[in-house]
C-alpha cells in the first residue's frame, strides 16, 4: 500500500475544500481549546482547595505525638518547605469565674505567620507576638466565657497557672479548629509536654507517598506522620469527584463535537461521493478508501487539536496571571477559606486528554462516511452521484 | 482478446426483475476499438460495468486476455481494474482535489510505478494529448474538452489491456468529440490497448472496427 499517495490525496481534498475543512477543524479546536482550559481550571480549584485546606493549618504532612528528641530540624528535607512545631496542652480556661476546658497550642508565631495562613482568620485583635504570655481564643469560646481582646484569663494547665492576655479572637470556618482550640506563644516558663505536633509544608509537586517514605528511610521515629489525603478524607473524595465530573464532561464535550462533526463529515463525504466510486472504479479497494477517509479526518483532528491546545494554553497562561476570584460563591466554605483566587493550572493530563479523547471519537466520526463509501458498489456509487 | 458468451444482468426493481443484459456475446480483438451503440436505457453501462467487473452477471462469462473476470473474487478484480483496466467515464469525472497532472499520476502511484516512470509517462501523455498547458490546473478550470483528455491520459497511463469508456463524447461539441475520438484511437492504437466505447453519438463511427448495436438489453446487429 502506498501510505504516501493517500496522505497526498487527504491532503489535497483537505486544501480544495478548505471552507468545511476551517469550519469542521474550528469547531473542534475549539472544544479542545475549551476542554484544555476547564480541565486546567479543575486543577487550579483542586490546588486551591488542597492549599487552604493544608495552608491553614495542617501542612500537607502533620505528625502528632512526635517525641522531643526528634527535632524540627531533622524534618528539614530538601522537599520541605518549611516545619512548624506545636505543642498541644488539654487545659482549662477561666474568666470571671466561667471555665471551659480545651486544648491550649503553644506556637511560635513568627513561624506560623510565615507558613500558614491562620493568622489571616482573626476576626477581633491581632496575631499572637514571639514569647508573650499572649492567647489567641476562638469565636465560640470567647463567647462562653465572656471574653474580649484586651481581657486577661487564667490558663491552668495541670497545677500550674498562667495569667494570659486575650490579644485576638479567630474563626476558621473549620470545625476542629474553631471549636477546642486556642492558641498561645511558647513563653519562658511554660510547662511543654513531652511530645510535639508537627506541621510539615511541603514544596510544590512533592509527591507525599515519597516523601513519607523519605522520613522513613532517614531512621527517624516518624511513625506519627500522616499526608493530608489520609486526615481530610472528604477532601480526597471531593476531589476524585472534582477529577470524575472534569473527564465526564470532556467525554460529553468531544462526544457532542464529534457527533456534529460526523454529520458536517459525512455531507462532506458524501458530496464528493462519485470521486470515491471513481478511486474504487479505478481499483481502489475498500480498505485504502477507508485509510483515505480517516487520514482526513485525522489530518483534521491532529491540526484542530494543535491549534485548540495552543489556545488552551494561551487562555491558561492569560488568567493564569491574575488568577479567576470565585470568593462571592465561596464566602463559606471552608475549602476555600483563605483564598478563593483560582490560577488555573496546565497539566499533562489537560493538554494530553482533550486531544487523545478528540482523535478516538474522530475514527467514530470517520466510521460513517467510511461505511457510506465502502458499502456500495463502485458502480452504484457513480450511477447515483 | 475480451469474449462475453451469454451475458446477462438482471435487477430487482420492487416486486418485479428487469431484465437489462440479455444473452449478450461478441468478441473484441486486442488492440481493436469496439463501439456499442445504443439509446439511453439500452444496457450501454451495465455492459461497461460488467466487463470492468464493477458489476457482476447472473449468467454467461467475461473473458478478458484469459482472464474470467466474473469469476474474480472481489480483491482479485480490484487488481484487475488497477493493472488491467482503464475507465473514462461521461463528464470526465476526475478527482478535483487533484491537478490535471495528479490526476494522470494517479493510477501510475497506484500500480507502483518508479518515480521515473511516472514523469516520463506524464510529460509523454501531456505532450502528447496537448494538455501541458493545462497540466497543473485544477479540473474546475478545464474546458471539457481538456478534462476529457486528462481523464483519457488517466485511462491509459499505466498501459492497460482495456479501457472502457461510457459517452466519452457526450458533454461535448461535436468538433471537440470527434478530435478527441480521434486522439484516444491513435494512441490506443499505438500502445495496442483495447478500446470498448459505449455511446449513442453516430459521429464515431469511422473509427470503430466493430459496432455492436444494443437495444434492450440484446446485441440487435454487428458489424
Not at chain 2, 439509446?39 to 460495468?49: M, Q, V, Y
Request: charged residues 20%.
Amino acid at each position: 500500500m502506498n501510505f504516501s499517495l493517500w496522505l497526498k490525496t487527504a491532503v489535497a481534498f483537505l486544501v480544495v475544500n478548505r471552507r468545511t475543512t476551517f469550519i469542521l477543524c474550528f469547531l473542534i479546536s475549539f472544544a479542545i481549546g475549551t476542554l484544555v482550559f476547564i480541565i486546567s481550571l479543575a486543577n487550579g480549584i483542586s490546588d486551591i482547595m488542597i492549599t487552604n485546606s493544608t495552608g491553614m493549618y495542617s501542612g500537607q504532612i502533620s505528625g502528632s505525638n512526635l517525641p522531643l528528641s526528634l527535632r524540627p530540624e531533622q524534618l528539614k528535607k530538601p522537599f520541605v518547605k518549611a516545619v512548624l512545631q506545636r505543642f498541644q496542652i488539654p487545659s482549662m480556661i477561666i474568666h470571671q469565674e466561667r471555665e471551659r476546658p480545651l486544648d491550649l497550642v503553644a506556637i511560635y508565631p513568627d513561624q506560623e505567620k510565615a507558613h500558614s495562613f491562620f493568622y489571616k482568620k482573626i476576626i477581633a485583635g491581632r496575631f499572637l507576638v514571639k514569647g508573650q504570655k499572649e492567647i489567641l481564643l476562638n469565636l465560640e469560646t470567647a463567647e462562653r466565657i465572656g471574653s474580649r481582646p484586651g481581657d486577661t484569663i487564667i490558663g491552668q494547665i495541670g497545677e500550674h497557672q498562667y495569667e494570659l492576655k486575650v490579644v485576638g479572637i479567630f474563626q476558621t470556618g473549620v470545625d476542629s479548629l474553631d471549636r477546642a482550640l486556642a492558641f498561645c506563644p511558647v513563653f519562658e516558663g511554660l510547662i511543654l509536654p513531652e511530645t510535639w505536633q508537627a506541621a510539615i509544608f511541603v514544596k510544590r509537586g512533592t509527591d507525599l507517598s515519597s516523601a513519607l517514605s523519605d522520613f522513613s528511610r532517614s531512621g527517624l521515629k516518624v511513625d506519627g506522620l500522616k499526608p493530608w489525603t489520609q486526615l481530610m478524607p472528604d477532601l480526597t473524595q471531593l476531589l476524585e469527584l472534582n477529577d470524575i465530573c472534569v473527564n465526564i464532561l470532556v467525554f460529553i464535550v468531544l462526544g457532542v463535537v464529534s457527533l456534529g462533526c460526523a454529520g458536517a463529515f459525512a455531507i462532506f463525504v458524501v458530496s464528493r461521493i462519485k470521486e470515491y466510486g471513481i478511486l474504487r472504479a479505478m481499483g481502489v479497494t475498500g480498505l485504502e478508501t477507508g485509510i483515505l477517509i480517516c487520514l482526513q479526518v485525522v489530518l483534521m483532528n491532529v491540526v484542530a487539536s494543535a491549534v485548540g491546545v495552543l489556545a488552551g494554553m494561551l487562555t491558561v497562561w492569560s488568567f493564569g496571571r491574575a488568577g479567576i476570584d470565585l470568593s462571592v460563591w465561596t464566602s463559606h466554605n471552608r475549602y476555600f477559606a483563605a483564598t478563593a483566587l483560582i490560577f488555573p493550572r496546565l497539566s499533562i493530563g489537560a493538554a494530553a486528554i482533550p486531544p487523545a479523547v478528540s482523535l478516538g471519537f474522530c475514527f467514530v466520526a470517520a466510521a460513517w462516511p467510511v461505511w457510506l463509501v465502502v458499502s456500495q458498489k463502485a458502480c452504484d456509487i457513480i450511477s447515483k452521484g | 482478446m475480451i469474449q462475453l458468451e451469454n451475458l446477462s444482468k438482471i435487477y430487482p426493481r420492487g416486486k418485479a426483475f428487469v431484465t437489462v443484459l440479455s444473452d449478450v456475446s461478441f468478441c473484441v480483438k486486442k488492440g481493436d476499438l469496439a463501439l456499442i451503440l445504443g439509446k439511453s436505457g439500452s444496457g450501454k453501462t451495465t455492459l461497461l460495468n460488467c466487463i470492468g467487473g464493477l458489476d457482476l452477471p447472473q449468467k454467461g462469462s467475461v473473458n478478458c486476455f484469459g482472464i474470467r473476470v466474473d469469476k474474480l473474487s472481489g480483491r482479485k478484480r480490484n487488481n484487475f481494474r488497477r493493472q488491467q483496466l482503464g475507465f473514462v467515464f461521461q463528464s470526465g469525472n476526475l478527482i478535483t482535489s487533484l491537478s490535471a497532472r495528479r490526476n494522470i499520476e494517479f493510477p501510475l502511484i497506484l500500480n507502483n510505478y518508479s518515480s521515473a516512470r511516472i514523469r516520463d509517462r506524464v510529460a509523454f501523455l501531456l505532450n502528447r494529448l496537448d494538455l501541458e498547458d493545462v497540466a497543473e490546473a485544477m479540473p474546475s478550470s478545464l474546458s471539457r474538452g481538456q478534462a476529457q483528455r486528462v481523464a483519457f491520459a488517466r485511462g491509459v497511463a499505466h498501459g492497460p489491456g482495456l479501457l472502457l469508456a461510457d459517452e466519452p463524447t457526450a458533454s461535448l461539441d461535436t468538433r471537440t468529440g470527434l478530435e478527441l475520438t480521434s486522439l484516444m484511437n491513435a494512441l490506443s492504437k499505438e500502445e495496442k490497448i483495447t478500446m470498448i466505447v459505449a455511446t449513442h453519438d453516430k459521429e464515431i463511427i469511422p473509427f470503430a472496427d466493430l459496432i455492436l448495436h444494443l437495444s434492450d438489453g440484446r446485441i440487435k446487429g454487428e458489424e
